[in-house]
Nanobody, 123 residues
């Protein structure tokens, strides 16, 4: 059974940093694309970043480029998201997800999801 567990969310002031982590279990994920998504109440879930399995390439939404960095550790089945220069508009529930296949920031292409972790950025 695949399980994804996020950690690292919290409350931070604008300009601050947080690091999110996600640990996957249930199988080996070295061949999976791993991604981070976020959702604000009343809005659709949106892709934030993902990292491919084959070459470790990273992809980012325009809104977070230059501020967020995604990384993965295949030996530990983890994916992390370092978030710097946080803005109030980054406030959301952040989810990690995995998919077999090439990179994508489209939520519906991901099969397995974590339960989410709240990130709140105060102004």
């Amino acid at each position: 059974q695949v399980q994804l567990v996020e950690s690292g969310g919290g409350l931070v002031q604008a300009g601050g940093s947080l690091r999110l982590s996600c640990t996957a279990s249930g199988r080996t994920f070295s061949s999976y694309t791993m991604g981070w998504f976020r959702q604000v109440p009343g809005k659709e879930r949106e892709g934030v970043s993902c990292i491919s399995s084959s070459d470790g390439r990273t992809y980012y939404a325009d809104s977070v480029k230059g501020r967020f960095t995604i990384s993965r550790d295949n030996a530990k089945n983890t994916v992390s998201l370092q978030m710097n220069s946080l803005k109030p508009e980054d406030t959301a529930v952040y989810y990690c997800a995995v998919r077999q296949g090439s990179w994508s920031l489209v939520p519906r292409f991901y099969r397995y999801w974590g339960q989410g972790t709240q990130v709140t950025v105060s102004s």
